[in-house]
């Protein structure tokens, strides 16, 4: 770890990146996550990597499936409207079983909506998004170091299970500066191309076939129990995540991203006005801990839970999976592009504990 | 824990002032937030930064209630003025604000920016100007290690750090 250097998420995320061994990316302009192809646009070149702008988001997201059909550590950024357009792609990614990482700074909507923070794209991260039956790994960074490190090590993660990573921000964890420690430059002659990569070689029955059309349903069934049952073992191994005080919790606050550390000072908030408020966090969003919500909601001496989202409500349908009807579940949230203070959630839990 | 919200119109350096803070306080080892208003901001618009100083971890960047705010101008004071905790700071850029700020559980800085950083050579430092009254009238960092921030944040453009030192010496000493 290097001295901490006060960097905008964006930027942070971006040299994360290329010391993870990103040597590919192409994207399409969209606010508020232009600082992360704009820092590429010179640091890619530096480094002998390539950096496209290219001519649509469809053509950037088909710009990765070929890097990564080659075994390039490919990464495409963007903002809502933007991952939308990319939805069709990502699902031929993922139906070619090919590694990529995904950064969606989310703005509000729907529609072009507007370019302030939100977390409205929660279903389209962890339900699916683009058609057929697949999962992407979605992880969910409160601050800039989080970012950075989640980034760094999310092109092993890909190739690991050849599974799509997603990262999915907000506008807050782009734009903010903070001080972070930046892990060390990966030596990309030393990272192994995998051995499914075209490259080229082989003949006949040892061709290197990347694709994503089964025609005949038992291959493609076949396929889907494949797959699935690689998302069953990322859910066995890759769960992450933060409990705060949860202990001795009567009231337990869960949140993600960047509202999950506005909930932790709304936490500190309530509990010196003597309310013991605790807060579960999920890092990862796919796979969700749902098993936190389960030790949770068994607790005597939790009363309920409370969900807050820069949304009308969308993580709370996990959070009331996992609490299965045990306990009450609430839910605060603000849109639009509004981001709740600490103060307004605190506010909302005591107007609702009289 | 010190919570500033800076405020004015896109030009003004609002937005840099709120990183000297930053730099300064992770120069000196603390935790650290700067958090932009971002969007179709220009010159003449309004802008303004919520930076937060911590000896712990900084959780929420978003600040409801300052612990000191810096107007720049106008619609700014105007627009956070009742949020400051009392027991506050204000710091008003009495050059383009004329106003007083009628809150009497504040404590209250008026400073003539514009005018000051003439001294310093270039109206373009009243941000500066501003960060040397700011640091003055909270002791957040000792005036020499501020002055070593500076030296480090344009040690790229080293022609332009007498220039910006003497500007907050200047704001340091109104």
């Not at chain 1, 003949?203 to 005949?216: F, T």
């Not at chain 1, 969003?285 to 009363?303: D, G, H, I, T």
Request: hydrophobic letters at 40%.
């Amino acid at each position: 770890m290097s001295e901490k250097v006060l960097m905008k998420g964006n930027e942070a995320i971006a040299e994360a990146a290329v010391r993870g061994g990103c040597r590919f990316f192409a994207g399409y302009p969209i606010t508020p996550q232009n600082e992360v192809p704009e820092y590429l646009s010179k640091r890619l070149p530096e480094v002998g990597g390539t950096f496209i702008q290219a001519e649509s988001e469809v053509s950037a997201i088909n710009m990765i499936y070929g890097a990564a059909s080659v075994g390039a550590r490919a990464l495409t950024s963007s903002s809502s409207p933007g991952i939308s357009l990319k939805q069709e792609g990502i699902s031929y990614i993922a139906g070619a079983e090919l590694p990529c990482v995904i950064i969606n700074m989310v703005r509000s909507g729907p529609g072009l909506g507007g370019i302030q923070p939100a977390q409205g794209d929660y279903f389209q991260a962890v339900k699916g998004g683009g058609h057929g039956d697949y999962k992407l790994i979605v992880l969910a960074p409160s601050t800039v170091q989080e970012a950075v490190d989640m980034v760094y090590g999310s092109f092993d993660l890909s190739e690991k299970y050849r599974v799509p990573v997603l990262i999915l921000g907000d506008g807050m964890i782009g734009q903010i500066m903070e001080a972070v420690s930046l892990p060390e430059m990966r030596d990309v002659s030393k990272i192994k191309k995998p051995d499914w990569a075209l490259d080229g070689k082989g003949s006949g029955s040892n061709r290197k076939i990347i694709n994503s059309l089964y025609i005949e349903p038992d291959v493609l069934e076949k396929m889907n129990i494949k797959l699935a049952g690689i998302y069953r073992q990322i859910e066995e191994n890759e769960v992450k995540v933060e409990e705060y005080l949860t202990d001795d919790a009567t009231v337990v606050i869960t949140a993600y991203g960047t509202v999950g550390r506005i909930a932790k000072s709304a936490v500190n908030i309530l509990r010196s006005k003597g309310i013991k408020a605790g807060l579960i966090r999920p890092v990862t969003l796919f796979p969700f801990p749902y098993f936190a919500y389960e030790k949770a909601a068994s607790s005597n001496n939790v009363k309920k839970f409370v969900t807050v989202e820069l949304s009308m409500g969308q993580m709370i349908e996990d959070v009331k999976l996992g609490v299965n009807g045990k306990k009450p579940v609430e839910f605060f949230g603000r849109s639009g592009g509004n981001v709740m203070s600490a103060e307004d959630i605190v506010d909302f839990i005591i107007s609702k504990e009289v | 824990m010190q919570n500033i919200i800076i405020a004015g119109f896109g030009g003004q350096g609002v937005l840099s002032l709120g990183q000297f803070i930053a730099y300064s306080a992770m120069y000196e080892g603390k935790n650290v937030t700067w958090l932009p208003s971002y969007g179709p901001e220009m010159r003449g618009g309004t802008a303004n930064c919520s930076v937060v100083v911590s000896d712990e971890p900084v959780a929420s960047p978003i600040i409801a209630f300052p612990d000191t705010l810096i107007a720049m101008n106008k619609p700014s004071l105007d627009k956070f003025v009742d949020k400051v905790k009392p027991g506050g700071l204000i710091i008003v850029n009495s050059s383009i604000i004329k106003d007083k700020v009628k809150r009497t559980d504040v404590k209250v800085c008026y400073i003539n920016a514009n005018e000051l950083s003439l001294q310093a050579g270039n109206t373009k430092t009243a941000n500066i100007v501003v960060l040397g009254a700011f640091m003055k009238q909270t002791g957040l960092f000792a005036k020499e290690d501020v002055i070593k921030s500076i030296e480090k944040i344009f040690a790229k453009k080293p022609k332009v750090i007498p220039m910006n030192i003497k500007a907050f010496e200047i704001g340091y000493e109104a």
